[in-house]
């Protein structure tokens, strides 16, 4: 709004009717570069990592890898009650995405009894877990924004549950 108000100033205060012209003109050439832009960057570029108007998207992994986990959890025995564990010193919006599930802990440094039904780990994290979790969990990556990603560990016999239930 305040900028349609500074450009009915401008257009006032212009003496002659083809620099008025010209003012219009001028304007809308500003306003139609400007609504490109939002398009580009609302639509086509939301989460692309280069995209300078945005301080960090959530990748759209991010979201398919909750929905994923949330649709693994729910057929488990548990249920919505089933325990997830996040090791990570970058988890948002995780606890968004897993608001419904009543046993979701969260810790900056590996705990020292991290089995859980579902892990979610920062890469540096992960890297430990695999040496406790040996064969029993099934591993995925999923990138939660540009240049950070989550590894995944969801037990075996949930993984080959949800598997079956595609």
Known sequence: MLAGFGAVAIYRALPWRAVRIAAVL????????????MQRSSFYYHADERNPCVYSHTSTDAVRAAQQIRAVALLAPDGKDSAIKVISPEYWPLPWYLRDFSRVGYWYELPTDPIAPIIIASPDMA???TEQLGDEY???LAGLRPGFFLQIFIRQDLWDNYIESL
């Open 138 to 140: 099934f591993s995925t």
């Open 127 to 129: 890297e430990a877990l």
């Open 26 to 37: 001028l304007i809308a050439f500003f306003t139609l570069n400007l609504a490109k832009q």
